[in-house]
C-alpha cells in the first residue's frame, strides 16, 4: 500500500469506514462515494452553516458552504454548469443547485477529516462517477453479444460470481491484501457487472474480513 492510500486508509477507519468498497481509481485518481461520505458526516458530527449563492441561472448555480466539526471551520465552493462539469440526458432532469450544493459539502467533509487532495468525491466531475462499479452511462447504450450476455447473466444468477470474488477474499490473510483486491481493475470490473445489492453484500463481506484481520487498527482508531 502506497503512502496515499495508507493515509486514506487511516483516516477512514476513524470513522468506521473501510477503504476497501468505499473508494476506487478513475486513471490513477482515488475516488469515494458521495454517501460514504455523508456517513463520515454524520460520525463526524460536522455542522454546515446555511449555503450561500453565489451564481444562480437556470443552467448553472454556484454555491458557499461552510462546515464545522468541533473547532474546526472550513468552507468550500460547488459549481454545477450543464454541457461544462454537469451532463444529463434528454429525460434526465438537470438538478443544478443540489449538484452544486453536494459538490461543496463533499469537499468542505474532505477539508475536514484531512483528506483533501488524497481523494476526490464521485460527484466532482462525469468521469469519477461514469468509473465507478457498475455505472451505466444513459447515454451509450453498450451492446453485448447474446453469448456474453447470457453468460454473464447466468454467473451473476446462480452466484458464481459472487462466490469467487468472495472466496478470493477469504483467502487474503492481511488487510493491505484486501484493500488491494478491492482496488484492483479487474476486482473494478467484476462489481461492475453485478446488481447494487450484491455490490453492497460484497463491500459488507470484505469490511467483515477487514475485521477479522484486525482492522481497524490501533493506530488508525
Known amino acids: ?25 478513475v486513471q490513477g485518481t482515488a475516488v469515494i462515494y458521495h454517501k460514504t461520505l455523508e456517513r463520515i458526516a454524520a460520525q463526524a458530527r460536522i455542522v454546515f452553516d446555511e449555503p450561500k449563492i453565489i451564481r444562480a441561472e437556470r443552467d448553472e448555480a454556484v454555491i458557499q458552504v461552510t462546515g464545522r466539526m468541533g473547532e474546526r471551520v472550513e ?9 461544462v462539469n454537469y451532463r444529463v440526458s434528454g429525460k ?12 461543496a459539502k463533499d469537499r468542505v467533509i474532505l477539508k475536514l477529516i484531512e ?3 488524497y481523494v476526490y468525491s464521485e460527484e466532482e466531475a462525469d468521469e469519477f462517477k461514469q468509473g465507478r462499479p457498475g455505472y451505466a452511462d444513459p447515454h451509450v447504450e453498450i451492446e453485448k453479444t447474446e453469448p456474453q450476455k447470457g453468460k454473464v447473466e447466468a454467473a451473476v444468477a446462480d452466484g458464481k460470481i459472487e462466490d469467487d470474488l468472495k472466496a ?11 484493500t ?7 476486482t473494478q470490473k467484476t462489481l ?7 455490490r453492497d453484500e460484497i463491500r459488507d463481506f470484505a469490511k467483515a474480513r477487514l475485521v477479522e484481520l484486525g482492522w481497524p487498527t490501533k493506530k488508525a482508531a
Open 1 to 25: 500500500m502506497n503512502t496515499t492510500d495508507k493515509k486514506i486508509s487511516e483516516v477512514l477507519a476513524k470513522f468506521g469506514e473501510p477503504m476497501a468498497g468505499s473508494v476506487w481509481r
Open 75 to 83: 468552507w468550500s465552493i460547488g459549481e454545477a454548469l450543464i454541457g
Open 92 to 103: 434526465q432532469a438537470a438538478y443544478v443547485y443540489a449538484m452544486a450544493e453536494k459538490r
Open 115 to 117: 483528506l483533501h487532495g
Open 168 to 178: 478470493k477474499i477469504k483467502k487474503a490473510k492481511t488487510i493491505n491484501a484486501v
Open 180 to 186: 488491494d483486491l478491492m482496488l484492483h481493475a479487474d
Open 192 to 198: 461492475a457487472d453485478l446488481p447494487e445489492g450484491i
